[in-house]
């Protein structure tokens, strides 16, 4: 169903409006450089001369009045192979990179072969399928039926493998955790009758320990 599915994604994607981001009801706006610019569209001709299909081509888009702006249009390349920059590099801009895959253990066998792991999401009526899903990849934030698996600020936000630096992710917990300086403080607190001399060892250590 693959070609069905990319007919109704295209379609949705023609509806996006990008315009300078202080245009009513822009949905995008600029790439920050031309550089950047330069770069995105640069990935998508040398996916397409790889063979891939540019389903839809948001290359020299320039909305009117801004002409001279650092703009790239919605894009979608299909079929796009493990070798190719469009699915190597983060693209960092709005192309959407579709590759073929026969079943979830294939799925899963790709997303495990790469070495980022920042979000992946499954879509399924399957239980089992999604059980499987989760388990199996290595990766940081996980959806199901969600698009993008960014959960809520009271949890962490962070990916796994080379999508992650440092020692803790952000947010949630472990952002609480970061910004925390922990004291421990060891207490004994023996009834005023008992009077006992100084001892070197954790209550209820055994006689011996004495």
Not at 52 to 61: E, P, T
Not at 132 to 149: A, D, E, H, L, Y
């Amino acid at each position: 169903m693959a070609d069905q599915f990319l007919e109704l994604v295209a379609e949705k994607t023609k509806q996006v409006k990008v315009a300078d981001g202080a245009t009513p009801g822009a949905d995008m706006g600029a790439i920050i450089t031309q550089a950047d610019r330069d770069r995105i569209e640069e990935i998508i001709t040398e996916a397409e001369q790889a063979g891939a299909r540019v389903v839809l081509d948001g290359r020299g888009f320039r909305p009117k009045g801004r002409e001279n702006g650092f703009f790239t249009g919605p894009t979608i390349i299909d079929q796009v192979s493990l070798d190719q920059r469009a699915y190597v590099e983060e693209i960092f801009g709005p192309v959407l990179v579709v590759l073929r895959i026969p079943d979830l253990q294939a799925s899963i066998d790709l997303i495990r072969a790469n070495p980022y792991g920042n979000g992946a999401a499954i879509f399924t009526t399957s239980g089992a399928a999604a059980r499987k899903f989760m388990r199996s990849i290595p990766v940081g934030m996980i959806g199901v039926n969600v698009p993008i698996p960014v959960p809520v600020a009271y949890h962490s936000f962070g990916g796994w493998q080379d999508s992650f630096f440092g020692e803790t992710h952000i947010y949630g917990p472990e952002g609480v955790k970061f910004f925390t300086e922990a004291k421990v403080v060891t207490q004994r607190w023996p009834q005023p009758k008992q009077r006992e001399q100084a001892t070197f060892h954790f209550a209820g250590a055994s006689a011996a320990a004495e």
